[in-house]
């Protein structure tokens, strides 16, 4: 029976509330095929869905979608991935070192303000048109939410557990994983879905500003090209991949123990 239990918690069950969902693009569709239909939607630059569905037929079978998406998704993970690690270890030190938070937290506010899309140019500079300078500003991105989700989670430690924590002479190491990361793991969760999105959106970014590659530079040929099919086509599988890699994070983040609450709660010590 616990077993039983156990699968239908980790796998929930597909109901028609959470297909109702899909009830609302299914018929914005609807409704956006019948107003180019009827003549209600005159510009040119406006492709009907049935136009949509046949420009990515073509782009599936000439290779050239897989490709595009297959760049894309390196810059975006790899970015993702590198930025989350960055952020969660600077995220640990400061929480736990009131001298690096003392001397670090002036200038990480500084950089946190930069709008991420500024430290495009310099990347281009730096590292080129090349796979490199995206994962580069996908992990800048990346990297604030992650921190800052992390001290404040690790810092949400009541004083009830930091009390038990010391009555039991418990490692630092100790402390950090049985008190510290299930009391932050809620709030990075989240973080982390943040951050990819963000991450996802300046590798495309990236890529129409500096790469000639990926789903933002063919977002902006098929643009220059005058084929507005096709850039609906890479528009709507960016919102796709952008649901689906959100969908993965939040399922992989609920995989782990103590993900829906943390073990303690607690205001923000700084």
């Known amino acids: 029976m616990s077993r039983a239990v156990g699968r239908s918690r980790s796998v929930p069950p597909l109901s028609w509330r959470r297909l109702a969902g899909f009830g609302v693009p299914v018929l914005v569709v609807g409704l956006w095929q019948l107003a180019k239909s009827a003549g209600a939607l005159p510009y040119a630059g406006i492709s009907a869905p049935s136009s949509i569905w046949t420009a990515t037929g073509m782009l599936i079978s000439s290779g050239e979608l897989a490709h595009n998406l297959w760049h894309t998704l390196q810059a975006c993970v790899g970015g993702w991935a590198l930025g989350s690690a960055i952020g969660f270890v600077l995220g640990l030190l400061l929480a736990l070192s009131p001298l690096a938070w003392r001397w670090s937290m002036a200038s990480i506010d500084v950089l946190r303000a ?136 939040s399922w992989l983040v609920g995989l782990l123990p103590g993900a829906s609450g943390g073990a303690t709660g607690g205001g923000y010590d700084s």
């Open 114 to 249: 930069l709008p991420a899309i500024t430290f495009v140019p310099i990347a281009v500079i730096v590292f080129s048109q090349t796979l490199e300078m995206e994962v580069v500003i996908a992990g800048w991105v990346s990297i604030w939410p992650v921190l800052i989700s992390t001290i404040d989670g690790v810092r949400g430690v009541s004083e009830i557990h930091r009390d038990l924590a010391r009555s039991l002479r418990l490692s630092l190491v100790q402390r950090v994983l049985k008190f510290a990361l299930p009391t932050a793991l809620p709030k990075l969760g989240v973080a982390l879905r943040l951050s990819l999105a963000a991450a996802l959106v300046l590798a495309i970014v990236a890529e129409i500003v500096g790469t000639p590659d990926g789903i933002g530079y063919a977002l902006v040929t098929e643009q220059q090209s005058l084929r507005p099919a096709a850039m609906f086509s890479y528009i709507i599988i960016t919102g796709l991949l952008g649901l689906t890699l959100n969908y993965l994070v």
